[in-house]
T-cell receptor
Framework: SQQGEEDPQALSIQEGENATMNCSYKTSINNLQWYRQNSGRGLVHLILIRSNEREKHSGRLRVTLDTSKKSSSLLITASRAADTASYFCATDALTSGTYKYIFGTGTRLKVLA | DAGVIQSPRHEVTEMGQEVTLRCKPISGHDYLFWYRQTMMRGLELLIYFNNNVPIDDSGMPEDRFSAKMPNASFSTLKIQPSEPRDSAVYFC????????????????FGPGTRLTVL
């Protein structure tokens, strides 16, 4: 079955640096989304990129999608301590007539002040 | 809108007891999802509904788990009987359908229910 996997599993950077997280998946998808989860809280949607898009921006976030490599990356520029959280990619894929929604294993980002 | 509402926020119960988790999706949303999150298994999709109809329940662990959506504004996830391995945070999420794409759009998550089965 399809699985989203993020790498690295954990990332620690200094405030002001850029953070890059990667997501790989196994089957063809419709859309890929990135979510953030602060400790003990629900997930919050960051950005959605469709399978026919290659790059998308939202504020300090930049997402790329390479469907040929079945991978996506999330770049957070000029990181802040408040960006400390876990980041998940989520994919949907049509399997036997039903959409499957799968979240990756997540990257734990720590931004040091 | 108040967002997705889940209750209770915390539940502690003893093995063998019935547990019912509740969710109120955002008004007007077409999809409702139930997830379970643990350190070991991460975030797992249990079941999702589209227009109150269960579409994919392949993630439901076993017959002890059941979910219903009697109307567009309410869903329950029931565990009977509960076991210690069911301890996890259970999230409910809702979304709209992406126009022209046939799948769900951004999922809005509730705050979760932390379940502890002793």
């Amino acid at each position: 079955s399809q699985q989203g996997e993020e790498d690295p599993q954990a990332l620690s950077i200094q405030e002001g640096e850029n953070a890059t997280m990667n997501c790989s998946y196994k089957t063809s998808i419709n859309n890929l989304q990135w979510y953030r989860q602060n400790s003990g809280r629900g997930l919050v949607h960051l950005i959605l990129i469709r399978s026919n898009e290659r790059e998308k921006h939202s504020g300090r976030l930049r997402v790329t999608l390479d469907t040929s490599k079945k991978s996506s990356s999330l770049l957070i520029t000029a990181s802040r301590a408040a960006d400390t959280a876990s980041y998940f990619c989520a994919t949907d894929a049509l399997t036997s007539g039903t959409y499957k929604y799968i979240f990756g294993t997540g990257t734990r980002l720590k931004v040091l002040a | 809108d108040a967002g997705v509402i889940q209750s209770p926020r915390h539940e502690v119960t003893e093995m063998g007891q019935e547990v019912t988790l509740r969710c109120k999706p955002i008004s007007g949303h077409d999809y409702l999802f139930w997830y379970r999150q643990t350190m070991m298994r991460g975030l797992e999709l249990l079941i999702y509904f589209n227009n109150n109809v269960p579409i994919d329940d392949s993630g439901m662990p076993e017959d002890r788990f059941s979910a219903k959506m009697p109307n567009a504004s309410f869903s329950t996830l029931k565990i009977q009987p509960s076991e210690p391995r069911d301890s996890a945070v259970y999230f409910c999420a809702s979304s709209l359908r992406i126009q022209g794409w046939g799948s769900a759009d951004t999922q809005y998550f509730g705050p979760g229910t932390r379940l502890t089965v002793l």
